[in-house]
């Protein structure tokens, strides 16, 4: 499976937007970038996920680059609930396919 | 949205004795299950792959003996661990996915954060 870099960490203020990037270089055709959250003590909650197409739903929107080697996971406007640790994970579009996490990024909200 | 609830929230129990916990998918019919253990300030690690009337499929390191998966119907499935010990104290959490076009996505539970005394 291709593996994901993200920073350790990163600020942001709140009611800005919250850019979150994600490098998979070695990301091949038949993988998803899927993206999850999680806040401290509780299980992971799914955001989003994309294969080529940019995606926005009603929590974020995620830019994948033209090559796929990299991606961006945006809260257009972050709030403090969004403070947590958000994990960028590919996988391959197979039934069942597993969840490999690396160590994500935590994005810290701030007044 | 798919709804994962997992049973008991938090254990605490002495060394020696089992320990089970409980995966429900409550809306959904989870063909996949997963279970992950997560130590403190570290990721999730997967620990094993279920699929409903099977075996479980365990990630290398991980004792089949030790931990103990059943996966009887669409909707529930257990992880026992078994003659547990303080080592064992973990947060431990689940994931399920449905059937469909394989970008599913997994669905996870609360966690059960177990400790042995």
């Known amino acids: 499976d291709a593996k994901t870099t993200q920073p350790p960490s990163m600020d942001c203020a709140e009611g800005r937007a919250a850019n979150l990037p994600c490098n998979h270089s070695t990301i091949s055709g038949n993988e998803y970038v899927y993206w999850y959250r999680q806040i401290h003590s509780q299980g992971p909650q799914y955001i989003i996920h994309g294969l080529k197409n940019n995606e926005t739903n009603e929590m974020a929107s995620l830019i994948i680059t033209e090559d796929r080697k990299s991606s961006t996971l945006i809260l257009p406007h972050a709030t403090l609930r969004d403070t947590a640790v958000y994990y960028c994970?590919?996988?391959?579009?197979?039934?069942?396919?597993?969840?490999?996490f690396g160590q994500g990024t935590e994005l810290s909200v701030k007044p | 949205g798919a709804v994962v609830s997992q049973h008991p929230s938090r254990v605490i129990c002495k060394s020696g004795t089992s320990v089970k916990i409980e995966c429900r998918s409550l809306d959904f019919q989870a063909t996949t299950m997963f279970w992950y253990r997560q130590f403190p300030k570290q990721s999730l690690m997967l620990m094993a792959t279920?699929?409903?009337?099977?075996?479980?499929?365990?990630e290398q390191g991980v004792e089949k003996d030790k931990f103990l998966i059943n996966h009887a119907s669409l909707t529930l499935s257990t992880l026992t661990v078994t003659s547990a010990h303080p080592e064992d104290s973990s947060f431990y959490i689940c994931?399920?996915?449905?059937?469909?076009?394989?970008?599913?996505?997994?669905?996870f539970g609360d966690g059960t954060r177990l400790s042995i005394l």
């Open positions: 279920s699929n409903e009337g099977s075996k479980a499929t365990y």
């Open positions: 994970i590919v996988r391959p579009r197979t039934q069942g396919g597993k969840l490999i």
């Open positions: 994931s399920a996915i449905s059937a469909g076009t394989g970008d599913q996505p997994q669905h």
